[in-house]
């Protein structure tokens, strides 16, 4: 089936230098999406990008997707203490494979040093 | 804003006890899910549901049931808890297609 993997397991940063996590997958998707997790918390969807698009921003994220290489990568930029936690990134496969659930990744554990 | 409500934080059950976990949404969301979150393993999927009555088995099924009587509420079931089984249990629901899922806070089954 086809899966997510988050790279790299885990990053350290310091406060306001960009941060950059990296997602591969398997298979075709119509979608992939990106979540965020506090500790102990559940899942935060941050952004959606679908299969016909290259890039998408949404405040201080940037992702990317490029389907030839079946990757994608988040860009937080000017990161804060705050934006310490876990990033999943999930894959949205098409309904007549029979799949209508995601499939998430291992994730990313991002902490921002202040 | 969406809200998905699960019905403990943290439980601590015995093994061969009968567990239910609950949860309940209030947007009239089509899909719910129930996935596991283990260290290093990402979140797996359980069983999913697309309609009232409807299941479908997700990827780690065997040992765990599941129950939606109603649209709102999706019932995860272990029928004869055993150690491994020992995780952070989420839940999530979605409207109908591949859309962003709304997660519920977790609850963190510790069976002794």
């Known amino acids: 089936s086809q899966q997510g993997e988050e790279d790299p397991q885990a990053l350290s940063i310091q406060e306001g230098e960009n941060a950059t996590m990296n997602c591969s997958y398997k298979?075709?998707?119509?979608?992939l999406q990106w979540y965020r997790q506090n500790s102990g918390r559940g899942l935060v969807h941050l952004i959606l990008?679908?299969?016909?698009?290259r890039e998408k921003h949404s405040g201080r994220l940037r992702v990317t997707l490029d389907t030839s290489k079946k990757s994608s990568s988040l860009l937080i930029t000017a990161s804060r203490a705050a934006d310490t936690a876990s990033y999943f990134c999930a894959t949205a496969g098409f309904l007549d494979t029979g799949r209508r659930a995601l499939t998430f990744g291992s994730g990313t554990r991002l902490q921002v040093q202040p | 804003d969406v809200k998905v409500t699960q019905s403990s934080r943290y439980l601590v059950k015995r093994t061969g006890e009968k567990v239910f976990l609950e949860c309940v949404q209030d947007m009239d969301h089509e899909n719910m899910f129930w996935y596991r979150q283990d260290p290093g393993l990402g979140l797996r999927l359980i069983y999913f549901?697309?309609?009232?009555?409807?299941?479908e088995k997700g990827d780690i099924p065997e040992g765990y049931s599941v129950s939606r009587e109603k649209k709102e509420r999706f019932s995860l079931i272990l029928e004869s808890a055993s150690t491994n089984q020992t995780s952070m249990y989420l839940c999530a629901s979605t409207p109908e297609g591949p859309q962003p899922q709304h997660f519920g806070d977790g609850t963190r089954l510790s069976i002794l």
């Open positions: 990008i679908r299969s016909n698009e």
């Open positions: 549901s697309y309609d009232v009555k409807m299941k």
């Open positions: 298979t075709s998707i119509n979608n």
